[in-house]
């Protein structure tokens, strides 16, 4: 199979060719796991990579659920992999190698079991990202009174 992909470079935008050079199909197997609405996943979805991550994510790749992309490589590190080779003629990037280059585009809510479409928030309103009680260069709490009195960002005007 040498089918031929256009993208751009990650690195100048211009314009690049892929072509694919061996694909391995591997028939994949049913879930062990049974989802059931309004039940929440083993541990609200998180793993030991990414423990404020309240989410699973359905990879196309294999179509199984996994908490993590670490957690999805980890497992099919050899059933999962494509040859790729190209290279940008302006930057002089070269994309070579071997990749899972699988992204979700499915996840699973932690809190009510319910697929959806890769989203911030859950049509059951929960946010799948824990907030933490530190400033976090603005992205994290902003309430002074609920702050971590740790932060040092707590006690100034």
């Known amino acids: 199979i040498r089918r031929e992909l256009k993208e751009r470079c990650f690195n100048c935008n211009e314009n690049i060719g892929f072509k694919i050079k061996n694909i391995k199909y591997i028939i994949s197997s049913k879930d062990n796991i049974v989802l059931k609405a309004n039940t929440p ?3 609200n979805g998180t793993c030991v990579h990414y423990k404020k991550s309240y ?56 809190f009510c079991s319910l697929e959806q479409s890769v989203k911030k928030e859950c049509k059951c309103g929960m946010n799948m990202k824990k907030n933490t009680m530190y400033w976090e260069g603005g992205k994290g709490m902003r309430n002074k009174q609920s ?9 100034k005007k």
């Open 41 to 43: 996943l083993p541990k």
């Open 55 to 110: 989410r699973w994510f359905r990879f196309p790749c294999c179509n199984k659920l996994y908490p993590c992309d670490v957690c999805h490589d980890d497992n099919n590190s050899k059933n999962h992999l494509y040859s790729v080779s190209s290279n940008c003629g302006l930057c002089d990037v070269k994309y070579t190698g071997k990749s899972s280059g699988y992204m979700a585009n499915i996840m699973v809510c932690g």
């Open 147 to 155: 702050m971590s009195r740790k932060d040092s960002k707590k006690y």
